[in-house]
């Protein structure tokens, strides 16, 4: 049956399942049964995509607008609209509340709702449909209590469930205001009700969820919730749990960590912005974080539980420089989280970083993500070899393919010896991707051996161990390094016809 209302996204990837969507569906009221969800990613082609959101002749489509689908979603617009010029396009998301005129998908789009969404689309479509021409293109998004929402948790279908990322929030906003995220503009954090929390989220429980990603800005700020949602968990606990967080870093009260020692490896997941450890970078972009505490708690948490810990690090930031930065990221290393995410500093739409532009010399891409180019701190050759270490970090080191050789690689200055083998791995192949892991292999070794002069045999036993695990078929790809170890445990020499093959068998074998 064709609907008359049609909501829509482009996402990064299939398995990301959007809870804005979600939202804006389940508040639909009298207006949902002619509605439905259609979503897509980034890698389609928009002709394909406006094929299959034309067919049902919608009469007004709902757009999801975020910085990592902008450029695709423009097109898609413009293609829209040359399409069927009948065709109501409403525009919403971060993406397009900031800076509204001053975009070609705005100027493109019939409406845009800014801010939250879920009560004015609805009055917009309600509109629309009854032959009510609004007075204004930019609606401004009513913001209501968040009890008079419908929580979308039951729109999330039994497919989604079983193969897709499935998103929650406990609550919205973020009493913080640094300059560089978009929850500097939350005037505070809103909670949702607990009871009726908990009981979405037992809902999903009971149809088999096992997997959820809580998308709260500040999830340990109000302990007491943080506790009773924890212990909802807790209670219902089995192998297949894994539980997603965002933790403000420096506010780990003791009757936190009990919950946290509680549960087992591989349920947890905590993501922790560090972004910078220099007081005066974070003075400058309003930042509050005690440092010395934040340290401290991330050390307890590797040292003391089993979750995983992400961090991350923003470069560019105003007023730090390469120097600044890497004893921050030395700092960071030493705590032994499980990942770094080095992030270049992007312009978010409507942030206040803005202000900084001219004191510090920064120059932002004019093209999404609208990363950082160049301040007065940071050229743009040394920016762009940031681009290559965090790329190569991630490669290398967050991957956990190089477990047993990574230490070898950074030493006792991890900063500049992993810096300098991002510039010798990029004068090698001139890429950041496409980069096959036995190729890599090779370069690591290559890198090893010729550029931070690790003993040849040492950092060959590391790597095959480390080989030994990722599954790979066939030759060595530095067999002829390795033949000179034949003795090395980690291999197992065998015939099959002409060609000699190796096997890696692991010291629990």
């Known amino acids: ?304 539980s089993t979750a995983h810990l992400h961090t991350d690090l923003i470069f560019g930031l105003p007023g730090e420089d390469l120097q600044s930065f890497g004893e921050g990221f030395d700092r960071l290393i030493a705590l032994k989280p499980h990942e770094i995410q080095v992030g270049i500093l992007k312009r978010l739409r409507g942030t206040p970083i803005i202000r900084h532009t001219e004191a510090f010399g920064m120059v932002y891409n004019p093209q999404p993500p609208y990363n950082i180019l160049r301040t007065d701190r940071v050229d743009f050759a040394t920016m762009q070899q940031m681009n290559r270490f965090a790329r190569y970090w991630d490669m290398i080191a967050n991957s956990g393919r190089f477990g047993q050789t990574l230490p070898l690689l950074l030493g006792d200055a991890p900063f500049a010896r992993f810096w300098a083998l991002t510039a010798w791995i990029y004068a090698e192949v001139q890429q950041t991707h496409k980069i096959a892991l036995p190729r890599l292999f090779v370069l690591v070794h290559g890198a090893g051996v010729t550029l931070l002069g690790i003993d040849r045999a040492v950092l060959e036993d590391t790597l095959l161990q480390d080989y030994a695990l990722t599954g790979q078929k066939g030759q060595i790809p530095f067999l002829s390094e390795v033949r000179k170890n034949s003795h090395n445990p980690y291999l197992v020499g065998a015939k099959s016809g002409n060609q000699r093959q190796l096997r890696f068998v692991t010291q629990e074998e």
Request: charged share 20%; hydrophobic share 40%; proline share 5%.
């Open 1 to 304: 049956m064709n609907k008359p209302i049609i909501i829509t996204t482009l996402n990064a990837r299939y398995t990301h399942a959007s809870l804005g969507l979600r939202y804006i569906f389940a508040n639909l009221g009298e207006w949902q049964a002619h509605a439905k969800i259609m979503e897509f990613t980034i890698t389609m082609r928009p002709l394909d995509i406006a094929e299959q959101l034309l067919s049902g002749k919608p009469r007004i489509i709902g757009l999801g607008v975020y910085i990592w689908n902008i450029t695709e979603t423009t097109a898609l617009v413009e293609l829209l609209k040359s399409l069927d010029p009948d065709v109501v396009i409403v525009l919403g998301g971060p993406e397009v509340s900031y800076e509204t005129e001053q975009q070609t998908i705005t100027r493109l789009a019939d409406y845009v709702v800014t801010g939250a969404g879920e009560v004015s689309f609805r009055q917009l479509c309600s509109q629309l449909l009854n032959h009510q021409k609004p007075v204004l293109k930019v609606i401004k998004g009513e913001q209501v209590p968040l009890a008079q929402l419908v929580l979308p948790y039951s729109e999330y279908t039994s497919d989604d469930l079983a193969t897709r990322s499935i998103y929650v929030e406990a609550s919205r906003g973020c009493p913080f205001k640094c300059e560089f995220c978009l929850s500097a503009l939350d005037k505070t954090a809103l909670p949702f009700e607990l009871s009726r929390f908990l009981a979405e989220m037992e809902q999903l429980w009971q149809r088999g969820l096992r997997q959820f990603r809580f998308v709260d800005r500040t999830f340990n700020l109000k302990i007491q919730t943080t506790i009773a949602i924890l212990d909802f968990f807790l209670e219902r606990l089995d192998v297949d749990t894994f539980l997603h967080f965002e933790l403000i870093p420096d506010h780990l009260p003791e009757t936190l960590k009990e919950r946290i020692t509680r549960f087992p490896a591989g349920s947890l997941q905590f993501e922790i912005g560090i972004q910078t450890f220099n007081p005066a970078v974070q003075a400058l972009v309003s930042r509050k974080q005690d440092n010395a505490k934040s340290a401290e708690n991330i050390r307890w948490l590797c040292e003391h």
